[in-house]
């Protein structure tokens, strides 16, 4: 991130505190990838190569909360890690009651952040597509799996 997005961003928020990345992006011209950064305590880059490796990190995961958004609307599922699969373009999960697909193909590069929050820490992967847009989350929701989130960004493949 430039040090101009970086000047804007925060300027932003010392007006509009608590403003979410989206918004953020909107409102100043950064990338909503640059803004989430901004917004994190830790933050490794994956380029979109990294893909097949961050999928079977989450596939690892017992539980995972996959967050799919755009600037209006948010569903967010928390399922089982392991029950995941690709085929093809797609990560999939099936299970009762429902059918979770994600076009992760659309990747072009992957964040892996370290946020604080009200209930402490979350630790996530973040897809972003060509424009900056971070159209898909995965967050660890067990210490075990938080543990292996950083163990593999500091390894970073």
Known sequence: MTAH???LIQAYLAEHPGTRAIDIAAAVGCTEAEALAFLSDQVWHFD???LDSVLAQVQQWTRVMVLVRNADAVAELTV????????GDWLNWIVEPYNLHIRVAATVQILGLVRSGKNGPT???NLINETGQVFCRFYTRTAADQEKFLSFCQEKP
């Open 5 to 7: 997005n970086e000047n």
């Open 48 to 50: 979109g190569v990294a």
């Open 80 to 87: 089982p890690g392991p029950v995941a699969y690709r085929r």
């Open 123 to 125: 630790y996530s992967f």
